[in-house]
């Protein structure tokens, strides 16, 4: 049995039906969706954590705490990417995506590509 829980940075009050927060850093909650061999199998929602602290590794670090294994996001600096694949959690783009369901559909179809250092920000305006 495979197991996935997904962080989806969400517009409030998070859940499929919410908007993409569309900056990864700045979203004002998460969606954790618990996906079990393929499928969803969990929904919930996790606070947002301010950046300033510990700057843009505060957030990669509280979502790896929180046991996530990929995140779909629609934008994000090149410093959180990189802390991502240091943690080994797969980041997804779900930019053209407008709500959080419609990203885990097409995340469940395999028409998501991993989010490359080409898409990342150039930071500086958050």
Do not use: W
């Not at 989806?8 to 004002?28: K, N, Q, T, V």
């Not at 053209?96 to 930071?123: D, H, I, W």
């Amino acid at each position: 049995m495979s197991k996935t829980i997904l962080a989806i940075p969400s517009e409030l009050p998070g859940g499929m039906d919410a908007g993409m927060g569309m900056h990864f850093g700045h979203c004002a909650i998460y969606t954790i969706v618990e996906m079990e061999n393929g499928a969803v199998s969990a929904q919930s929602t996790l606070a947002s954590i301010p950046h300033q602290q510990g700057g843009c590794m505060a957030p990669v670090q509280y979502l790896a705490e929180h046991g996530v294994t990929a995140l779909l996001a629609g934008g994000m600096g090149m410093r959180p990417l990189m802390g991502f694949n240091q943690m080994h959690i797969d980041v997804f783009f779900a930019g053209n995506y407008p709500t959080v369901g419609q990203a885990v559909e097409a995340f469940c179809q395999g028409k998501l590509n991993r989010f490359s250092t080409e898409q990342t920000c150039g930071g500086g305006s958050h």
